[in-house]
């Protein structure tokens, strides 16, 4: 299993813009589709977005459409989660995930096989 390492998130007002970055050690990411998932206290984890291996399809969920943007980069090995107009119901830690089998965007939690240690973002009104 890659080894994912999320970096980027913090402390921020409501209204302002954060970016999130994926990466995986000794494991390029390049062939394979990725997905941010956040999960807030007392909550389940959820879908917040998901990107095919090669950038050309993404989906987001609802609650982030609009707002937030999915890239990746892989010749750097690198997934983004581009984050805007942030709203206190945005905290939660965001973890990136790879799925080694999918095609297209999955957005299952089940369907993917690595994880990373998580980021937390919180945002104050």
């Known amino acids: 299993q890659a080894q994912l390492t999320e970096s980027g998130g913090g402390l921020v007002q409501a209204g302002n813009s954060l970016t999130l970055s994926c990466t995986a050690s000794g494991h390029s990411l390049s062939t394979y589709a990725m997905g941010w998932f956040r999960q807030a206290p007392g909550k389940e984890r959820e879908i917040v977005s998901s990107?095919?291996?090669?950038?050309?399809?993404?989906f987001y969920a609802d609650s982030v459409k609009g707002r937030f943007t999915i890239s990746r980069d892989n010749a750097k090995n690198m997934v983004y989660l581009q984050m805007s107009s942030l709203k206190p119901e945005d905290t939660a830690v965001y973890y990136c995930?790879?799925?080694?089998?999918?095609?297209?965007?999955?957005?299952?939690?089940?369907?993917?096989?690595?994880w990373g240690q998580g980021t937390q973002v919180t945002v104050s009104s």
């Open positions: 995930a790879l799925d080694t089998y999918g095609v297209g965007t999955p957005t299952k939690s089940y369907e993917y096989d690595s």
């Open positions: 990107i095919s291996w090669n950038g050309r399809d993404t």
